[in-house]
């Protein structure tokens, strides 16, 4: 299971989460590929994500080099 905080450009949370108006959202995936993948569907949407993967912490902004 991987656990992702999702902080999205200011005003595009709504988009993802109808009914939220906030742009920090906290999901679960099972898998890392999973989480890829909405990653990508949502990345022009998307400011940074960071996601609990075996214990451990990664700010995934840093890994993509944006």
């Known amino acids: 299971m991987v656990t992702a905080r999702i902080e ?3 005003g595009c949370g709504k988009d993802f989460c ?8 906290e999901l679960r995936f ?9 990653l990508k569907d949502f990345e ?9 993967v075996n214990g451990k912490v ?3 902004r840093n890994i993509s080099g944006n």
């Open 44 to 52: 022009e949407f998307i400011y940074n994500c960071t996601a609990q």
């Open 58 to 60: 990664i700010d995934l």
């Open 30 to 38: 099972e898998s890392v590929e999973a989480l890829i993948s909405t």
């Open 8 to 10: 999205f450009k200011p």
């Open 18 to 25: 109808p009914g939220a108006e906030q742009d920090l959202i």
